[in-house]
């Protein structure tokens, strides 16, 4: 699908500010893909779609969970976590984008996972750091994102898991797994 039609496709579903932030997240990752030699095309289709499911009503987003392949466990953690997933499917179903270099970075997005390829992990901080966003630590992570991407991620795997437990939220497995996994790799 030509980027143009995928931008089309995916403005009437999100708010001026979650298109904004998407186009942004988008802008953000192409850069990073050019950079650690990630495909730009799948990059920027990836991180277009990313939010898709974003504003799907939850009796929708439990349906797609319950009726595909994706983790049933998913929905005994917050409706936050729905619409990566979500997303993945529904643009397999609906525009026949079938690809895992496209459709595991939507999937994981928002929690990463172990042992994430690179396009999910341009995808994953892409996400956080786009410049819209402001999180405490969030320069440290934008400088580490131009010298180590896997040590970037990283970095945004724990500030999430800190924030998350700070507020007393409940952290979906994936979530510990990918903190894991990436600190193995720079304990
Ligand atoms: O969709 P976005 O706002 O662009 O960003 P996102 O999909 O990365 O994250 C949405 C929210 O999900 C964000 O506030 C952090 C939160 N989150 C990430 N991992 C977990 C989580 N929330 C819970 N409860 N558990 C998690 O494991
Ligand atoms: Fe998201
Ligand atoms: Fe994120
Ligand atoms: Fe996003």
């Known amino acids: 699908m030509e980027i143009k039609e995928a931008i089309e496709h995916v403005r009437p579903h999100l708010t001026q500010k979650r298109f904004d932030h998407t186009l942004r997240v988008a802008e953000t990752a192409v850069s990073l893909a050019d950079q650690y030699k990630v495909s730009k095309e799948k990059t920027e289709l990836a991180a277009i779609f990313h939010d898709y499911a974003k504003y799907r009503p939850l009796d929708e987003m439990k349906r797609w969970i319950i009726s595909s392949r994706l983790p049933k466990d998913l929905l ?3 409706h936050e976590l729905w619409h990566g997933p979500v997303g993945a499917i529904l643009i397999e179903r609906e525009f026949g984008i079938k690809d ?3 459709q595991l970075p939507i ?3 928002t929690t990463g996972r172990a042992h994430m ?3 999910e992990k341009v995808i994953f901080l892409a996400d956080y750091i786009e410049p819209g966003r402001s999180f405490p630590g969030i320069e440290e992570v934008r400088n580490m994102a131009r010298k180590d991407l896997t040590h970037a991620c990283l970095l945004a795997s724990r500030n999430t898991i800190q924030f998350l ?3 007393k ?3 979906y497995p994936e979530t ?3 903190y894991n996994d990436l600190i193995k790799q720079y304990g």
């Open 76 to 78: 005994l953690y917050h």
């Open 100 to 102: 895992p270099d496209i």
């Open 107 to 109: 999937q994981y997005h």
């Open 117 to 119: 390829s690179e396009i």
């Open 165 to 167: 437990m700070n507020k």
């Open 169 to 171: 939220a409940t952290i």
């Open 176 to 178: 510990f797994h990918a």
